[in-house]
C-alpha cells in the first residue's frame, strides 16, 4: 500500500514587514522564519503599499517602520487599522516621545519598539500581538509613566500647538516635505491642482507656518518623514 504522502500545516502566523530599508527588512524576515509556523506573506517599501498589500495578504501582523516614503508609519496604521481591525501592528521608530506614543496607540497599534532594539525584543512582541495583546518595551513605559506623573503634577501637555491634524492633511504635509509639487500632488491624491494648492496654503495657516521650508521642519519635528 502507498504511503499518502504528508500534508504541510499552513503557518500559524502570517507577517508582513513594512520598511523602506532592505537591511532591516532582511533583518527582520530571517528574526521570524527561524521562529516554527511563523511566515512572511509579504513585503512594502511604502506606506501606501503597506495599505494596500495588508488589504490584499490580510496578514495577521504587519511590522512597519515609523518613518516611510508616501505615507508614513502611522497614517499608514489609522487606515489599516479602519480596513482590516483584526489585523495588529507592530511599530518601529527612531526615538520615542511621548506625543508619538499616544499618536500611535490612538491609531489602534498596541506594540511600539524603537529601531536598536528591534531584534531583541522583536519575537516576545509578535508573541503577544498574535494573543492580541499589547507589548510595552521598558522605554515607553517610562515615557508614558513620566507623563502621568506629570499630569498629575498639573503639568501642561507639551504638544506642539496645530499637531492635531486630519489624516488627509498629515498625507499631504508627507508629499509636500518629501519635495512634491502641486500638480505631482495632485495626482497622487487625485485630485485637482486647484484643491491642491488651497490644501498647501489652508495647512500652512492651521500650523501657522510661512514657507514650505518651515513644512519641513514641521514634518521632521512630527515624525512625518526622516530628516
Request: net charge positive.
Given at each position: 500500500m502507498k504511503a499518502q504522502p504528508q500534508l504541510l500545516a499552513p503557518p500559524s502566523l502570517r507577517i508582513l514587514i513594512a520598511d523602506d530599508h532592505d537591511v532591516m527588512r532582511q533583518g527582520t524576515q530571517s528574526v521570524i522564519e527561524r521562529e516554527p509556523g511563523w511566515e512572511v506573506c509579504g513585503f512594502a517599501s511604502t506606506g501606501r503599499e503597506a495599505v494596500a498589500k495588508t488589504a490584499e495578504?490580510?496578514?495577521d501582523i504587519v511590522i512597519m517602520d515609523m518613518t516611510m516614503p508616501e505615507l508614513n508609519g502611522l497614517d499608514a496604521a489609522?487606515?489599516?487599522?479602519?480596513h482590516a481591525p483584526k489585523t495588529e501592528i507592530l511599530m518601529f521608530t527612531g526615538h520615542a516621545t511621548d506625543q508619538l506614543i499616544r499618536e500611535v496607540f490612538e491609531a489602534g497599534v498596541k506594540s511600539f519598539i524603537n529601531k536598536a532594539e528591534a531584534h531583541t525584543y522583536l519575537v516576545e512582541a509578535?508573541?503577544?500581538?498574535?494573543?492580541?495583546?499589547?507589548?510595552?518595551?521598558?522605554?515607553?513605559?517610562?515615557?508614558?509613566?513620566?507623563?502621568i506623573l506629570s499630569r498629575a503634577k498639573g503639568s501642561p501637555d507639551?504638544?506642539?500647538p496645530g499637531q492635531r491634524l486630519s489624516l488627509r492633511e498629515r498625507e499631504i504635509v508627507q508629499l509636500i516635505a518629501e519635495?512634491?509639487?502641486?500638480?505631482?500632488m495632485a495626482e497622487d491624491l487625485?485630485?485637482?491642482v486647484r484643491t491642491a494648492e488651497a490644501h498647501r496654503a489652508s495647512i500652512l495657516r492651521k500650523l501657522n507656518?510661512?514657507?514650505v521650508a518651515d513644512l519641513v521642519r514641521y514634518a521632521v519635528r512630527n515624525?512625518?518623514?526622516e530628516p
Open positions: 495578504l490580510e496578514p489609522v487606515q489599516i487599522k479602519r509578535i508573541k503577544s500581538l498574535s494573543r492580541h495583546k499589547p507589548f510595552f518595551t521598558n522605554e515607553v513605559s517610562e515615557i508614558l509613566f513620566a507623563n507639551a504638544a506642539e519635495g512634491n509639487s502641486n500638480k505631482a487625485h485630485i485637482s507656518l510661512n514657507s515624525n512625518i518623514i
